[in-house]
């Protein structure tokens, strides 16, 4: 009797610890991510009045967070968008953390050779309407031509549905923005930390 009372809870236990391994590995990322109450709307057509937009016509704001392992998988995917159109879009890479080192961190870790900046605060996000990593923000002439996911996949594998970089070749051919499913701009990924307060 006791071996099999032993047994039952040795299995519960470790079902448990494996359910939680799940969940904080995959399941919740699965999930759209939580809005902020106090989030500012912004859409597709919003003018937005940044002084980063007004350095360049044609603007890609990059969402990463370091602690968030989507932003750790979308990495190779945004570093495959700034290679091909470098020359057309100034990127700017946004990172919501509270110690300096992380944006020399960033800088060294993955060598893009674009501008960098750290939103401590969240406001550069709130101003764009943005909570979660990864998220691309595109804007053209001071209005967003696209804000959302990089795809639907978290890996970044589905080349079907690589809105950010469809959207940027769209803005790049001076097509409209393209009209993608709902799931474009649901947030998915990791809240931002200024969010979690």
Request: include cysteine.
């Amino acid at each position: 009797m006791k071996k099999k009372l032993f047994f039952a809870l040795w299995l519960t236990f470790s079902l448990t610890v494996i359910a939680i391994i799940f969940y904080r590995q995959e399941y919740r990322f699965l999930l759209p991510t939580p809005k902020p109450i106090d989030l500012k709307m912004v859409e597709q057509g919003d003018s937005v009045k940044l002084d980063l937009a007004g350095t360049g016509n044609r603007v890609y704001f990059h969402f990463y967070n370091s602690e968030c392992p989507c932003s750790r998988f979308n990495i190779k995917e945004f570093k495959r968008i700034v290679r091909k159109n470098e020359d057309s879009v100034k990127f700017i890479a946004v990172i919501e953390e509270e110690q300096s080192n992380k944006l020399q961190e960033f800088k060294k870790k993955y060598d893009l050779g674009i501008e960098t900046i750290i939103d401590k605060d969240g406001k550069i996000a709130n101003e764009l309407g943005v909570y979660s990593t990864p998220q691309a923000v595109i804007v053209e002439n001071g209005r967003v031509f696209y804000k959302g996911n990089y795809n639907k996949a978290r890996f970044c594998t589905s080349k079907n549905t690589r809105f950010a970089e469809l959207a940027v070749e769209a803005m790049l051919t001076n097509k409209k923005p393209p009209h993608f499913p709902e799931l474009a701009y649901i947030s998915y990924g990791c809240e931002l930390p200024s969010n979690e307060n």
